[in-house]
C-alpha cells in the first residue's frame, strides 16, 4: 500500500511507495467527474492533507455545491483556474507555492489547466506546463490530479495527456500510463516560434537601450489602444525580457511588438540558450535574482510561448487588450 492520503497503484510488479503520484483523469460526463474528483478531495480532508482545487468556473460551482459544508473546510482551497492561471506558465509557481507552505505535510491538487475554448498556443502551453510538473515536484509528499474533458478536448490534447502523465486514473484506480514520454512532449512543445514580419522592432543592445526601448514599446502600446494597466505590463515585460538577454548573451536582444487579435505580443530574440526550462516558472524568493526577471514575466502575461535551441531562444508573451480598442489594422 502506498502512504497515507495516496492512491493504490497497480504496476503490475509489486507495489511501490511514490511520494509523488501525478495522474491524468479522462473524463466523459459531469457524473464521472464528480464520481472521481469529489472522493479525492473528501479522502484528502479526511486525512488531514491540504488540498488545493484549481477548475474552471463551471466545475468550481459543481463541486462547490456537491462539497456542501465541507467546502469551507480549513485546508481546502477552491479556485477558478481561468482567474489564477490562465498563462499556463504561471500556474507551477502556484502549485509550488502552495507545496511549500507545508513541506512535512502531504497535500494534493486538482489541477484542470487544459479546458475547452483555450487556443491551439495555450493548449501547447498546458502540455508544457504538465510535462514539467514531474520534474518541478519529483520526490514530493504531493498528489496531483488532473482532469481532461474527453467529450470536448481533441485527440491531440488527450494524446498529450497520456505522454505528460506517468499514471492515468481510471475507475477511481491508478495505471501506469503506457504513453508516458515526458522528454517527447516537452520536445514537441519547444518548436520555432515565427517572426511576425509586420512587426515593429527595437534593439537592445546595451543597458543604456533599456528607456528608449521602453519608450518605443510605450508609443505602440498606445497607438494599438492597450490600456495604461496593460502599458505598465508592457514596460515591465519587455524590461525584464531585455535585461534577462543583456545578462546571460553576448549579443543583442531584439525586441518585436504586434498585435494579435485580443492581444499584444512583446517577443524577445537572442543568441542565448534556455538550458533550464523550470527557469520563470517557479518563485525564485529573495536568493534567486537570476529567474526573477522571467518569474514576472510569467506572472504578469497571459501566455507565455518559449523556443530555445543552441541558434538562440525566443520569449513571446501575450498581454490582453481591452475589448474593441484601438486600431485593429
Given at each position: 500500500m502506498m502512504e497515507s492520503g495516496s492512491a493504490e497503484v497497480t504496476t503490475g510488479t509489486e507495489d511501490e511507495h511514490r511520494p509523488f503520484v501525478h495522474s491524468?483523469?479522462?473524463?466523459?460526463?459531469?457524473?464521472?467527474?464528480?464520481?472521481?474528483v469529489l472522493p479525492f478531495v473528501l479522502e484528502g480532508l479526511a486525512t488531514d492533507e491540504r488540498v488545493l482545487v484549481a477548475v474552471p468556473g463551471e466545475y468550481v460551482a459543481l463541486l462547490s455545491a456537491a462539497l456542501g459544508g465541507q467546502g469551507s473546510r480549513a485546508g481546502l482551497q477552491l479556485l477558478d483556474i481561468a482567474e489564477v492561471a490562465r498563462n499556463p506558465s504561471r500556474f507551477l509557481a502556484l502549485e509550488g507555492s502552495f507545496a511549500e507552505e507545508s513541506p512535512d505535510r502531504r497535500a494534493r491538487i486538482v489541477s484542470q489547466v487544459c479546458w475547452p475554448g483555450r487556443t491551439s498556443d495555450e493548449f501547447v502551453a498546458c502540455m508544457q506546463h504538465e510535462a514539467l510538473v514531474n520534474t518541478a515536484f519529483q520526490g514530493r509528499p504531493l498528489t496531483v490530479l488532473c482532469p481532461f474533458d474527453a467529450q470536448r478536448l481533441g485527440?491531440?490534447?488527450?494524446?498529450?495527456?497520456?505522454?505528460?502523465?506517468?499514471m492515468l486514473c481510471e475507475g477511481g484506480s491508478l495505471h501506469v500510463s503506457p504513453d508516458y514520454a515526458p522528454d517527447e512532449v516537452l520536445a514537441q512543445?519547444?518548436?520555432?516560434?515565427?517572426?511576425?514580419?509586420?512587426?515593429?522592432?527595437?534593439?537592445?543592445?546595451?543597458?543604456?537601450?533599456l528607456k528608449p526601448a521602453r519608450s518605443f514599446a510605450v508609443n505602440y502600446a498606445g497607438?494599438?489602444?492597450?490600456?495604461?494597466?496593460?502599458?505598465?505590463?508592457l514596460q515591465l515585460v519587455a524590461t525584464e525580457l531585455a535585461t534577462n538577454s543583456l545578462m546571460y548573451t553576448d549579443g543583442a536582444c531584439r525586441l518585436?511588438?504586434?498585435?494579435?487579435?485580443?492581444?499584444?505580443?512583446?517577443?524577445a530574440r537572442d543568441s542565448g540558450r534556455l538550458d533550464d526550462p523550470l527557469v520563470g516558472r517557479l518563485d525564485p524568493g529573495p536568493a534567486g535574482p537570476a529567474s526573477r526577471g522571467l518569474y514576472l514575466v510569467n506572472a504578469i502575461s497571459?501566455?507565455?510561448?518559449?523556443?530555445t535551441a543552441s541558434t538562440g531562444t525566443t520569449i513571446q508573451a501575450y498581454?490582453?487588450?481591452s475589448p474593441s480598442s484601438g486600431p485593429t489594422g
Open positions: 491524468a483523469f479522462l473524463f466523459r460526463s459531469q457524473a464521472e467527474y464528480l464520481e472521481t485527440d491531440e490534447v488527450l494524446a498529450g495527456a497520456r505522454a505528460a502523465h506517468p512543445c519547444n518548436q520555432p516560434l515565427p517572426a511576425n514580419p509586420g512587426a515593429v522592432t527595437y534593439m537592445v543592445r546595451k543597458s543604456d537601450d497607438w494599438v489602444g492597450l490600456s495604461q494597466d496593460g502599458i505598465e505590463d518585436a511588438f504586434w498585435r494579435d487579435a485580443d492581444h499584444l505580443v512583446c517577443e497571459d501566455l507565455v510561448r518559449t523556443h498581454l490582453r487588450m
